[in-house]
């Protein structure tokens, strides 16, 4: 795909991060059979830091104690992923408990209303997070900011410039962690967030399988009924609009798709549009995130195994959703092409404007203007990423979504290839053992 070096092949942690995993690594060595955290000591431990009991409507245990079991035994976490683990934990059960207080704070946040909120959907690394940041540079709309979902709480522009310093800093922490991921996706206190951060406090989340290799709790969470986590969202997103208010939520995370009757039973009037991207690109570029910020937390990221479960994991959902989406009217979505928003996002974004039957005012296309010009300042495009580098070939990726290429023209492997899920995900396993043996 290109000549330079992946960006998956620059990828390697700076001196002083392997030197303390290594320290970290001999100390495990001489310890006894370490204790392993409990949900139980975490979330008694987020109650005495904050003067709070009160957690709120909704159980979270038992997915909290399925994730902290996948990770200890599953995750292969290094000693930067075992702080990281523990302090996101405390930090999403204080922000559950601060919530709740605000709450009863401030009564009227619960009588928000969220209004035919717009969800951007689609295989991930399809456009979506480009296409969110444009429909939210126009005033009129309203998303979730990276620095108002770290710190959501007070519900109000108190210490707003202080909240944001925190995550700014936050965001140095990690780009000096994981160097090559800014060059993937951006990290800022002030960029739009996806949705994974406004539904964690569930703990039922894909964040968490993006972060770790978590399969038996990825496995549980497949079996879940995600209501409660979308009742959660709109709580949260209640939260973010008795603080400032806009015309219309403007919202994104490719695992919307997974749970669609799960998302309209909490959003009945939600409104959506689909990015659309050739599979073999969206994955390679999906399975290079993954094992990049994976490998921020564990040094035992294999990224074959990281490219067969996202093809095994994004085309069930993505066949999952089709069958789904028809039950939507055809006013409610509006489809857009990654090479659209590529070429000219400005006629996309007006796309999908007249869909809805919005007006793009002069003041909202300067500014989506200037945010385009910003990131090709800024360097973005520099994510380098080939499908080999997975132990995966285009005919099998394209295989296992059949279904998706046909219906919206993406070409499909020749006659005779492999086009069963199951078969395809067979047939990456088996090039990835022989790449390995071939080393």
């Known amino acids: 795909m290109n000549a330079s070096p992946t960006t ?27 204790v392993r955290v409990q949900a139980v000591d975490l979330i008694e431990t987020a109650r005495r830091r904050c003067g709070l009991d009160d957690f709120g409507d909704g159980d979270f245990f038992e997915a909290l104690s399925r994730l902290l079991e996948s990770c200890q035994t599953e ?38 209303e969220i ?39 007070p519900p109000t522009s108190n210490d707003e410039k202080r909240r944001i310093q925190r995550a700014t800093r936050s965001c140095k922490w990690f780009n000096w962690l994981a ?8 990290v800022d206190a002030k960029v739009p967030q996806e949705c994974v951060g406004l539904m964690s406090p569930t703990f039922m989340s894909d964040q968490f399988d993006t972060m770790y290799y978590v399969p038996s709790y990825r496995d549980w969470f497949f079996r ?46 939600a409104l959506f549009v689909q990015m659309h991207r050739t599979p073999v690109e969206a994955m390679a570029s999906v399975a290079s995130l993954i094992t990049i910020l994976r490998s921020a937390f564990s040094d035992g990221v294999d990224p074959v195994v990281v490219c067969r479960e996202s093809v095994q994991y994004w085309s069930k959902t993505m066949e999952k959703f089709l069958e789904d989406r028809d039950r939507l009217l055809n006013g409610r979505i509006c489809d857009i092409d990654y090479d659209q928003i590529c070429r000219n996002p400005i006629a ?7 869909r809805f039957g919005w007006s793009l005012s002069p003041q909202a296309e300067r500014r989506m203007r200037a945010l385009m010009a910003s990131r090709a300042g800024n360097g973005r495009g520099n994510h380098h990423y080939q499908l080999a580098d997975f132990g995966a070939a285009p ?18 492997p020749d006659e005779g290839a492999p086009h069963a899920p199951q078969r395809v995900l067979d047939a990456i396993a088996v090039t990835a053992v022989n790449n390995t043996v071939g080393k």
């Open 224 to 269: 879940q009924d995600l209501r409660p986590a979308y009742e959660y969202h709109r709580r949260f997103l209640q939260h973010l609009q008795f603080r400032r208010a806009g015309r219309r939520w403007v919202l994104k995370a490719p695992t919307h798709m997974f749970a669609l009757p799960a998302l309209l039973s909490v959003y009945p009037d």
């Open 75 to 112: 995750a292969q976490l290094n000693l930067i992923g075992k702080i990281a683990l523990r302090f996101d934990v405390l930090h999403i059960l204080r922000t559950r408990l601060l919530i709740e207080r605000d709450r009863q704070l401030y009564p009227e946040i619960s009588h928000q």
């Open 348 to 354: 996309a974004v007006g796309r999908i404007y007249d």
């Open 115 to 153: 209004r035919e909120p717009l969800f951007i959907i689609g295989l991930p690394r399809s456009g979506t997070t480009v296409l969110h940041s444009l429909l939210a540079a126009d005033p009129e709309h309203r998303s979730p900011l990276m620095w108002e979902v770290m710190t959501p709480s």
């Open 8 to 34: 998956l092949r620059q990828t390697r942690p700076i001196l002083p991060v392997r030197l303390l995993n290594r320290c970290g690594a001999l100390l495990e060595k001489k310890r006894s059979p370490s």
């Open 179 to 186: 160097p090559t991921f800014r060059h993937v996706h951006p």
């Open 395 to 412: 005919d099998q990726v394209l295989g296992a979504f059949t279904s998706y290429c046909l219906r919206f023209g993406f070409s499909l």
